[in-house]
């Protein structure tokens, strides 16, 4: 039940991120999902957090974006007592640039592959407010 209303939660944060990031930029979104995410004291490991988001975002009501995923990703970090980063970065794909976001937690990417930072070169970085 608990991963349940976990799961609840992550959908309801990719929606209030996608409307979010329509009208204010990412660094007020992500205070304003920490607003939202209160601490619980139910353990579910960061991988486990990051599949629920990843379920969410499938059956959500819009295609959610790898900016979106990690921005709910990190509300429920939070609330589980993770203060994680959220990263941004590059790369050049076919002569164009190609962004992604993620989230890592102590220099460790949360449901990316491992070598996110060799395919990705982080521009911005931010650590979650306390």
């Not at 992550?10 to 304003?32: D, H, K, M, N, Q």
């Not at 957090?49 to 990690?70: E, G, I, K, N, Q």
Request: charge should be positive; hydrophobic fraction near 50%; include cysteine.
């Amino acid at each position: 039940m608990a991963e349940l209303r976990t799961l609840g939660r992550a959908w309801g944060y990719l929606l209030v991120a996608y409307v979010a990031l329509r009208f204010l930029p990412v660094r007020r979104v992500e205070a304003l999902l920490d607003s939202l995410a209160r601490k619980r004291n139910r353990e579910i490991s960061s991988a486990r957090l990051a599949r629920l988001v990843d379920v969410a975002a499938r059956f959500h009501l819009r295609p959610m974006t790898c900016l979106l995923r990690s921005l709910a990703l990190r509300a429920l970090l939070r609330q589980h007592g993770v203060e994680a980063d959220l990263l941004i970065g590059v790369r050049r794909e076919n002569g164009m640039l190609r962004a992604h976001a993620w989230i890592e937690d102590a220099g460790q990417p949360v449901g990316e592959p491992a070598d996110v930072r060799r395919r990705f070169l982080p521009l911005i970085s931010t650590r979650n407010p306390s």
